[in-house]
C-alpha cells in the first residue's frame, strides 16, 4: 500500500535562508563600520573614503558601496556608531550613580578617561567639528546633533544637582556646562597635541574649582 508523502514547505527554508543572509550583511556592514571609525580617528572624517575602506578591509569599492550607498552615508554612520559607544563609555556608567553631583562628576571622570585614552587616535567630535564647522550638509547635521544630545545630558545632570541645592539654583546651567566643556577641550589639546604631562591633573582640578564656585552661598 502506497503511503502518503506530505511535501515539505519551502516558505521556512526561505525565511531561515534569508534570515543568514540578512545576519551576514550586518555583520559585514559592522566589520566596515569598525574599521572606517579606526581610519576616521586617524585621518578625520573628511578622509574617509569608499575606496579607502576597501582597502582596509580588503573588499571591493562595489561591496563596500552597496552596504552605504554614499561616502555621506558612510561617515554619519561613523558619527552613529562613535556616538554610541561613547555614550555607553560615559552616560551609562554615570547613570549607577547617586543623582546630583556624584553623578556629575562620575560623568566628567568618564569623559575625562575616554579623551585620555584618544589622545593617540583622536576625538571624532573635535577633529569632526574642526572639519565641518563651517560645511553644512547632512554630516555636520549629523554631528552637531550627536554633541547636542551629549550636551543637553550634562547640562540634566547640573540641574539635578541644582534642585538638590548641590550648585547654586541662580546660576545659568549652560555656563557651568560650557565651562566644564572647556576643560576637555584644553585636556585635548595639552595632552595630544602639546604633549604636557600633567594634563589631566590639571582638569581634574579645574572641575572642582568650577563646583566650589557654583556651590550654594550657604555651603560655602
Known sequence: MATAT?????????????????????????????AALGLAAQIGLEGLSIGALAEVTGMSKSGVFAHFGSREELQISVIREYHDRFENEVFYPALQ?????????????????????????????????????????????????TV????????????????????????????????????ILALHYEARFLRNPGATERARKGFAQICARYMPTAAR
Not at 118 to 142: H, K, L, N, Q
Not at 162 to 168: E, K, R, V, W
Open 6 to 34: 506530505h511535501p515539505v514547505s519551502i516558505a521556512p527554508l526561505r525565511a531561515e535562508g534569508a534570515g543568514r543572509v540578512l545576519h551576514k550583511g550586518r555583520q559585514t556592514k559592522a566589520a566596515i563600520v569598525e
Open 97 to 145: 550613580q547617586e543623582r546630583g553631583l556624584p553623578r556629575l562628576t562620575a560623568l566628567f571622570d568618564n569623559w575625562m578617561q575616554r579623551t585620555s585614552t584618544e589622545i593617540d587616535s583622536g576625538c571624532i567630535y573635535i577633529s569632526g567639528a574642526v572639519e565641518f564647522d563651517d560645511r553644512p550638509g547632512p554630516v555636520r547635521d549629523a554631528l552637531a546633533s
Open 148 to 183: 547636542n544630545t551629549w550636551q543637553s545630558a550634562l547640562r540634566r545632570a547640573i540641574e539635578i544637582a541644582q534642585s538638590l541645592q548641590q550648585l547654586d539654583t541662580q546660576a545659568d546651567p549652560q555656563q557651568i556646562a560650557f565651562e566644564i566643556h572647556g576643560l
